[in-house]
């Protein structure tokens, strides 16, 4: 009698699961985070802050402290791995079900990669954080092409170099690191800007005054160009400043302190709009196991947008699904999150059980 379920027809049997699967349903748009902590990538629902589960889980195709996301153009998601010479690499996940399609890019002298960006040449473009160099990549094949550019040890090189974007025009952005990078001790830390067809920078932003809740640095990280055409810049070290794009000329201060402590306990990320103009950004409280938070702002007046009863700009609170989280991306796509393993045979014992149930009661 116990197996009795079993004569069942398969469509009850998936039907029923389906039912009791709702909790993991996708959400129409979301937010996915990279956990560089939990070499993991979580989403989110991106209009009410939900948690809902693992996109890529822990390790998945070797995944090591992700960076940046980025979606291809052929709609894969390519993710910057890895934090030494021999598992650096940009790996390639299916852009809607996070399944694993293979190593992408690697090689090269890659050493740490964090900044990713498709070039309208039709190159994959990687900032080589450790080795100051940006790399070039085969966009289709991800076979190594040449570095693109590399640090020369002065102010306005390519010195810790981080985040990576093209505007409309073809200029490329990066945001360098160099008074961080232990390579060059004591570099500014700047937005430089590459013409198309140079190979040679320019310093669009020079290092701006440390945030006075910042602990006396400048790391400048996340950048993303606004609904009005501006560039928003984050420093990892506090803040997110806004720029006039035609001109480099500064605008405003986003403050991203949500700890509200000086200095301030928290770090920040990367960034990202969604298609209605908000900004998203990502960060963590080192007081708190480096737990982290998601901040929201409007992208075009750029105040704060927290959620019901959260302060400042948290849109979602800190929380331990978020480990030291760097790599922010939205998506307007339909994702699959992939329930915990434990979770999913819950489900399916408790779908047996409520068949067996159902079937001795009409005994």
């Known amino acids: 009698m116990m197996y009795k379920f079993l004569s069942l027809p398969v469509s009850v049997v998936l039907t029923t699961l389906s039912t009791l699967c709702l909790s993991v349903a996708p959400a129409s748009a ?20 939900a948690f809902l589960g693992d996109f890529i889980t822990s390790g998945q195709g070797g995944l090591k402290a992700p960076d940046n996301l980025l979606y291809g153009p052929d709609g894969d998601l390519y993710v910057s791995s890895g934090d030494t010479v021999a598992n650096s690499a940009i790996l390639r996940y299916d852009g809607l079900t996070g399944a694993f399609k293979g190593v992408f890019a690697s090689g090269g ?28 990549y085969d966009g289709t094949t991800g076979a190594f092409v040449d570095v693109f550019a590399s640090g020369n040890g002065l102010s306005g090189g390519v010195n810790g170099p981080n985040g990576l974007l093209f505007d409309g025009a073809g200029n490329l952005y990066v945001t360098t690191e160099g008074s961080v990078n232990g390579t060059f001790p004591g570099l500014p830390s700047q937005v430089l800007r590459f013409s198309p067809g140079q190979s040679s920078p320019t310093v669009f932003i020079d290092q701006p005054t440390p945030s006075p809740d910042s602990f006396g640095f400048v790391s400048l990280l996340g950048l993303a160009i606004g609904p009005d055409n501006d560039l928003f810049v984050s ?30 306990n928290n770090f920040i990320g990367s960034l990202t709009f969604d298609d209605s103009g908000l900004l998203y950004t990502v960060g963590f409280d080192f007081t708190q196991n480096n737990d982290g938070a998601i901040l929201r702002y409007d992208g075009v007046t750029g105040s ?23 790599g922010i991306l939205y998506t307007p796509n339909q994702l699959t999150p992939v329930p915990e393993p434990a979770a999913t045979a819950g489900l399916f014992l408790l779908g047996m059980f409520f068949l067996v149930s159902r079937q001795k009661s009409k005994q």
């Not at 002298?109 to 070039?136: A, H, K, M, N, W």
Request: glycine share 8%; net charge negative.
């Open 30 to 49: 979301t937010l996915l985070v990279g956990n560089t902590q939990g070499d993991n990538i979580v989403i989110f629902n991106e209009q009410t802050g």
């Open 109 to 136: 002298g890659l050493t740490r990669p964090y900044g990713s960006v498709f070039g309208p040449d039709g190159y994959l473009y990687v900032s080589s954080f450790l080795s100051d160099e940006i790399l070039r």
């Open 235 to 264: 420093d990892f070290a506090n803040d997110i400043r806004r720029y006039d794009l035609s001109t480099g000329q500064f605008v405003s201060t986003l403050a991203t302190n949500y700890t509200q402590t000086v200095p301030s």
């Open 304 to 326: 704060p947008l927290p959620s019901f009863g959260n302060p400042s700009s948290v849109f979602v609170p800190t929380t331990d699904k978020l480990r030291r989280p760097i």
